[in-house]
């Protein structure tokens, strides 16, 4: 199985299970990692993928890194190789009326490059 | 120098001992504290039971750390409550593995909170639904979350079978007495409309026949004049007597109560660890103040 696919089961799995009271009124954020990327992506509890909004990248002591924007299909990528990841990754989305994050912890970030 | 080196290899020594000793203990995170009491009753001292969560955070609410989820992620059992309690599981990857959400089979039971009416993007107006999350304060469930958390001990061979067996014999029979008690001290509750400063309550009311409606005011807080409006507005609609206070509020703010004629109670829904530093002292102490607010509102 490609990454891509394991990537959208792991973020369907993700859709599927989340209780129903966390996905009340709520931006969903995602992000997986391989080891070249961290791929974000960024929904509504609805479906709708978020078209616009503000992505920042902050390390584990939560001094930020990078900015980007979500692309149109609601997903951002960050090239490892431009950030220092030594303490993992926080990452925040905001569309502006709504703000949500993921995070990666260096653990994660080593068992996907991994497997 | 022969002795320097000597020094260090006692240091090195003892410090692996040490850590091998540290990784010997389980350990076992928890989401919230009436989980922590649970897992504490359970596993008896057979097992490091962690709930990461500092004193003065709400715990459906907190934001981890990285280093946080890390240490969560490295748990030999990591406790879940589930009907969306403790919104940062949802925001991290966790083990499935190492992972019991204790909930999970009551869903039948589970609770939904009103309808969330609001609208973004290009996506129109449109509603959420949300779960009511305290569920242990139906002690019913508390007792079947209890026992999903025996079983997941179990299964991963953190503590021996039978003193877990035992224990939980012992704790579902506290729960049940409580139970018990709580349904005959709130005999004169019913009828009695209440007020919460916080909607934590929906499954006492349910479980216990409690008129509650909520609020949404913070913890320990003075209200606002505006909150107080709405206070008095709540309180005309459903003819309340009783308000309750998930933590003690100023003196200031009950004197405001009592002002419209409400009775306060504190009733701490043990989400966060409360004084007394007991689950089933804290709730029945919870249960009395109820009951001895209602009591003064027959004596108005």
Not at chain 2, 28 to 45: F, I, K, P, S
Not at chain 2, 151 to 180: H, S
Not at chain 2, 231 to 246: C, F, M, Q, Y
């Amino acid at each position: 199985m490609d990454r891509p696919v394991i990537r959208f089961l792991v973020f369907a799995a993700a859709f599927a299970t989340a209780p129903l009271g966390a996905m009340a009124h709520q931006l969903i954020v995602f992000a997986s990692v391989d080891c070249e990327d961290v791929t974000v992506e960024a929904k509504f509890s609805n479906g709708n993928a978020a078209r616009e909004g503000e992505v920042r990248v902050m390390d584990g002591e939560n001094t930020l890194l990078t900015t980007l924007s979500l692309q149109e299909d609601g997903t951002a990528i960050i090239p490892l190789e431009t950030v220092d990841h030594a303490s993992g990754l926080v990452i925040e989305v905001d569309t502006g009326s709504h703000d949500n994050y993921w995070l990666l912890t260096p653990d994660d970030i080593a068992r996907n490059c991994r497997s | 120098m022969r002795r320097f080196g000597f020094a260090l290899t006692a240091i090195y020594a003892l410090t692996a001992s040490g850590e091998a000793l540290a990784q010997e203990t389980p350990r076992v995170v928890t989401v919230n504290y009436a989980l922590q009491y649970m897992a504490e009753r359970l596993l008896d001292g057979d097992a490091e039971v962690v709930f990461p969560v500092p004193d003065d955070v709400d715990p459906s609410f907190w934001r981890p750390s990285i280093a946080d989820i890390s240490a969560i992620q490295s748990a030999d059992l990591i406790v879940l409550n589930g009907a969306g309690f403790a919104s940062w599981v949802d925001r991290v990857s966790l083990p499935r593995s190492k992972t019991v959400t204790t909930a999970a089979g009551l869903a039948e039971r589970f609770i939904i909170t009103e309808t969330i009416t609001h609208s973004h993007g290009d996506g129109g107006e449109h509603a959420h639904e949300g779960l009511a999350a305290y569920t242990w304060l139906d002690l019913t469930m508390a007792a079947a979350q209890a026992e999903a958390m025996a079983d997941a001990i179990t299964a991963r061979d953190l503590a021996a079978p039978d003193g877990v067996a035992e224990r939980l014999t012992d704790l579902l029979a506290d729960f049940e007495q409580l139970d018990r008690d709580t349904r005959t001290r709130l005999a004169n509750a019913q009828g009695v409309a209440m007020i919460a400063t916080h909607p934590r309550y929906q499954y006492l009311a349910r479980r216990y026949a409690l008129d509650i409606n909520a609020l949404e005011w913070e913890a320990g807080a003075m209200p606002t004049p505006a909150q107080l409006d709405a206070l008095d507005t709540l309180a005309a609609e459903t003819g309340a007597g009783v308000i309750i206070w998930e933590a003690a509020p100023p003196p200031e703010a009950i004197a405001a109560a009592a002002e419209r004629g409400l009775q306060s109670a504190v009733f701490p829904p043990l989400a966060q660890i409360a004084e007394p530093r007991d689950f089933v002292a804290a709730f029945s102490a919870g249960v009395d103040a109820i009951s001895n607010a209602v009591d003064m509102t027959e004596d108005d």
